[in-house]
C-alpha cells in the first residue's frame, strides 16, 4: 500500500492559502479579499508560485502578496505587481502605491526586489496591542469633558474629507476615496467640541479571534493635544463593549505622542514593519526612474532598524 501525503489546504480557497504561505505581507480580512474578487478581480494577480493583490482604500493602492517560497517572491513578485499596478489609474489611486512590508526575516531580498519595482522605503510602523483588555463600562456620547461623539452619515463627508487631510497632510479624499472609508469601517464616528464644531472622526472595526481594531484616529491639529487621550479612551471602551478582548493600533514610530499615549494605556509594540511607496502615474514614475539612474542605481541593504 502506498501512502499519500494529504495537503491540508487541497479544498482550501485563495485566500486561505494567502494566508498560509509563508512569504508575505498580507492582512487583508476575508471581506475585503471577496470584496475586491467580486468588484476587481483584475487587481488579484494570481500565479503557480503566490499572488498580488491590490487593495484601493483611502486614495491609495495598498498592496498585498504571499508566496510558498522566498524564490517564489524573487522570481515573480515584480511582474505581478507591475501587473495589479497597471490595472489601477492615476485618478483612483491619487495617493499612490503602498505597501505595508511586515516580512522581517527577508527584508534583505526584498529590498533588492522593492528597487526593481521602484518602491521607495517610507516611514517604520509598529503594532502596538492590548492583549487582554479588563471590562469597562460602555462609552457614552461624551469623550472626556471637551468633545462629543456621534456617527457619521452621508452628510459628514465633506468634513471627513477636510479633517483626514488636516491630519496627514494629504490632499483631500476623492468620492472613491472616501466611500472606501466608509465602507471598510464598522464603526465611523464623527467628534464635536462643546460648540459642535467638529474636531476629528474615528474608524473602528473587529477581526476574528476578539480582534478590536483602532483603523484611524484623525484630529484636527488644534485640538489634537486635548482629544487624543480621551478619544483613545472611549474607542478602547467602546470595542472592549462590542467584541473586542483584545485591542490593536498600527501607528508610525515618528507618531511619539500617539506611541507614549498607547504604552500609559496599556498597549506593548508587537510587529514593526516598514512602508515602501510608489506613484501610479507614470509621469512620476518616470521621474523616479531617472533620478535613480543619475545616481548609478545604488542599491543600499541596511539592518532591521
Request: proline share 6%; hydrophobic share 40%; charged share 30%.
Amino acid at each position: 500500500m502506498q501512502l499519500r501525503r494529504l495537503d491540508p489546504l487541497a479544498n482550501s480557497g485563495p485566500y486561505q492559502r494567502l494566508l498560509k504561505t509563508a512569504v508575505k505581507s498580507f492582512t487583508l480580512t476575508e471581506t475585503q479579499f471577496d470584496r475586491i474578487k467580486e468588484r476587481r478581480p483584475e487587481l488579484i494577480i494570481p500565479g503557480d508560485e503566490g499572488a498580488v493583490v491590490g487593495h484601493l482604500i483611502r486614495d491609495y493602492l495598498d498592496i498585498h502578496y504571499g508566496y510558498a517560497e522566498v524564490v517564489g517572491f524573487r522570481d515573480h513578485f515584480s511582474e505581478q505587481f507591475e501587473a495589479c499596478v497597471s490595472a489601477v489609474s492615476r485618478e483612483e489611486a491619487p495617493r499612490g502605491v503602498r505597501l505595508a512590508f511586515r516580512d522581517r526575516p527577508n527584508r534583505s531580498m526584498a529590498e533588492m526586489v522593492f528597487w526593481k519595482s521602484a518602491l521607495e522605503e517610507g516611514a517604520e510602523w509598529v503594532e502596538m496591542n492590548w492583549a487582554s483588555v479588563p471590562e469597562q463600562p460602555e462609552p457614552g456620547i461624551a469623550a472626556g469633558d471637551s468633545f462629543i461623539v456621534r456617527e457619521a452619515t452621508e452628510r459628514d463627508r465633506d468634513v471627513i474629507a477636510e479633517i483626514d487631510a488636516e491630519s496627514t497632510g494629504q490632499p483631500r479624499l476623492t468620492a472613491a476615496g472616501l466611500d472606501s472609508l466608509y465602507e471598510n469601517s464598522r464603526w465611523l464616528w464623527v467628534i464635536l467640541d462643546k460648540g459642535g464644531a467638529p474636531a476629528g472622526f474615528l474608524s473602528l472595526r473587529t477581526e476574528p479571534g476578539g480582534w478590536g481594531i483602532i483603523d484611524q484616529t484623525a484630529m484636527r491639529p488644534a485640538v489634537a493635544d486635548q482629544l487624543r487621550e480621551p478619544l483613545l479612551r472611549w474607542a478602547v471602551a467602546w470595542l472592549r463593549n462590542n467584541g473586542g478582548r483584545r485591542i490593536r493600533k498600527q501607528v508610525y514610530m515618528a507618531d511619539t505622542a500617539d506611541l507614549n499615549l498607547l504604552r500609559d494605556s496599556g498597549f506593548v509594540p508587537g510587529e514593526t514593519g516598514l512602508e515602501y511607496n510608489r506613484p501610479v502615474d507614470p509621469a512620476e514614475l518616470k521621474a523616479i526612474l531617472e533620478e535613480r539612474k543619475s545616481h548609478g542605481w545604488f542599491i543600499s541593504v541596511g539592518d532591521w532598524r
